[in-house]
């Protein structure tokens, strides 16, 4: 599983990312990371302008959330800590998807994803 969803990724954007980009905002201080599913899924994106399309389709930025580039090491923070709870990394996710669902094939576990980037950065 973990092969086929990077192969899909690679297939859509073209090449691998070393940034990446959060929808985040400050809260007393802290960076909070906007999750969906009720906090199931992280959705993660591999530039600003599809980060940017993502809160101009949730009319997101009258709530205070804006892209936040983030380097592979916050990924693995985020998901190792704040977000530890997460399931699902949802990469580059799709307008179409807004019904409140993510499907399972638009990304990758938060343990294989997490094997993934760690093994990039090696």
Known sequence: MLTEGI???????????SSWWLVARNGDGQ???LTL??????????????????????????????AHESSAEE???????PR??????ALDPSTEIFDGQVPQSLG??????????????L
């Open 37 to 66: 599913d009720g906090g199931d899924t992280l959705p993660v994106f591999s530039g600003e302008g599809e980060t940017e399309l993502f809160l101009w389709l949730r009319e997101a930025r009258e709530y205070g959330w804006k």
């Open 75 to 81: 990924l693995v923070f985020v998901l190792s800590g």
């Open 108 to 121: 990758l576990s938060r343990e294989d994803f997490l094997e993934w980037i760690v093994s990039r950065s």
């Open 31 to 33: 960076l909070e990371v």
């Open 7 to 17: 192969k899909a990724y690679r297939r859509s954007s073209g090449l691998l990312r």
């Open 84 to 89: 530890s709870h997460v399931g699902l990394v």
